[in-house]
Nanobody
Framework: VQLVESGGGLVQPGGSLRLSCAASGFTFSRYDMRWYRQAPGKGRELVADISRAGVSTNYADSVKGRFTISRDNAKNTVYLQMNSLKPEDTAVYYC?????????WGQGTQVTVSS
């Protein structure tokens, strides 16, 4: 199982970024997917999740209305569109999947929101 995130970077407040997570080594369409984030000195926080077919999504209250999670099962990829970014969104963002009670994580991608 491999999860590879990309798309992070430095952005000004109010800006946008789109994160991608390319999955391999498992049948992607059979599993819910999640994005987590971890800010310096804080625990890992669930940001958003999406069901296997992409029909159902859930968001942390802190990102509702600003972030959108989506997936393309043909490309084995899950996305996180982040709009109206705030300095408090600064964190390392991780892609996550759970299979048979085992958690799999990507290496993370850094998002920094600063002027």
């Amino acid at each position: 199982v491999q999860l590879v995130e990309s798309g992070g970077g430095l952005v000004q407040p109010g800006g946008s970024l789109r994160l991608s997570c390319a999955a391999s080594g498992f049948t992607f369409s059979r599993y819910d997917m999640r994005w987590y984030r971890q800010a310096p000195g804080k625990g890992r926080e669930l940001v958003a999740d999406i069901s296997r077919a992409g029909v159902s999504t859930n968001y942390a209250d802190s990102v509702k209305g600003r972030f959108t999670i989506s997936r393309d099962n043909a490309k084995n990829t899950v996305y996180l569109q982040m709009n109206s970014l705030k300095p408090e969104d600064t964190a390392v963002y991780y892609c996550h999947a759970r299979m048979r009670l085992v958690d799999y994580w990507g290496q993370g991608t850094q998002v920094t929101v600063s002027s």
